[in-house]
């Protein structure tokens, strides 16, 4: 399976157009460079890590690429929130966006369990992504996460 056409992938570029569409109506202020910048950057990170991890096809290295993806994703997330919390835009766009980024960060640690998974029971020397179910629901987080 192709990278595009994973779920989370696709997920992680609905979030870039999102923010793109945002951070092109800041206002023309110092703040709102710093926050547009680091914000789109972390948010372009999310699918280019997925990508980059998947073109390895190796388990524990996959592995590694979605674990920085979430760290991308949660950046954004901290990137989203300073922009609610400076009034740089609508709140239910930002709203939107947030809850977009909850699903990518819930898709990706979904993905991860099942590589674990997968990678417990069959070695990270040979594993691929094909036939991993995606779990929209993860029993260890918090239901409102």
């Given at each position: 399976?192709?990278?595009?056409?994973?779920?989370?992938?696709?997920?992680?570029?609905?979030?870039?157009?999102?923010?793109?569409?945002?951070?092109?109506?800041?206002?023309?202020?110092?703040?709102?460079?710093?926050?547009?910048?680091?914000?789109?950057?972390?948010?372009?990170?999310?699918?280019?890590?997925?990508?980059?991890?998947?073109?390895?096809?190796?388990?524990?290295?996959?592995?590694?690429?979605?674990?920085?993806?979430?760290?991308?994703?949660?950046?954004?997330?901290h990137w989203l929130h300073t922009c609610k919390d400076c009034?740089?835009?609508?709140?239910?766009?930002?709203?939107?966006?947030?809850?977009?980024?909850?699903?990518?960060?819930?898709?990706?640690?979904?993905?991860?369990?099942?590589?674990?998974?997968?990678?417990?029971?069959?070695?990270?020397?040979?594993?691929?992504?094909?036939?991993?179910?995606?779990?929209?629901?993860?029993?260890d987080l918090p239901p409102d996460f």
């Amino acid at each position: 399976m192709d990278y595009k056409e994973l779920p989370v992938y696709q997920k992680a570029r609905l979030l870039v157009k999102g923010i793109d569409a945002l951070v092109k109506k800041f206002p023309n202020t110092p703040q709102a460079w710093t926050v547009s910048k680091q914000l789109f950057a972390s948010a372009t990170s999310i699918g280019a890590n997925i990508a980059e991890g998947r073109g390895r096809h190796i388990g524990k290295e996959y592995e590694m690429f979605l674990y920085y993806a979430q760290g991308s994703a949660n950046e954004a997330d901290h990137w989203l929130h300073t922009c609610k919390d400076c009034q740089l835009g609508a709140d239910a766009k930002m709203d939107a966006l947030i809850n977009l980024n909850i699903e990518v960060r819930k898709l990706l640690s979904a993905t991860l369990t099942s590589l674990q998974r997968n990678i417990a029971q069959h070695g990270s020397k040979t594993l691929k992504e094909e036939g991993i179910e995606y779990l929209t629901e993860d029993p260890d987080l918090p239901p409102d996460f």
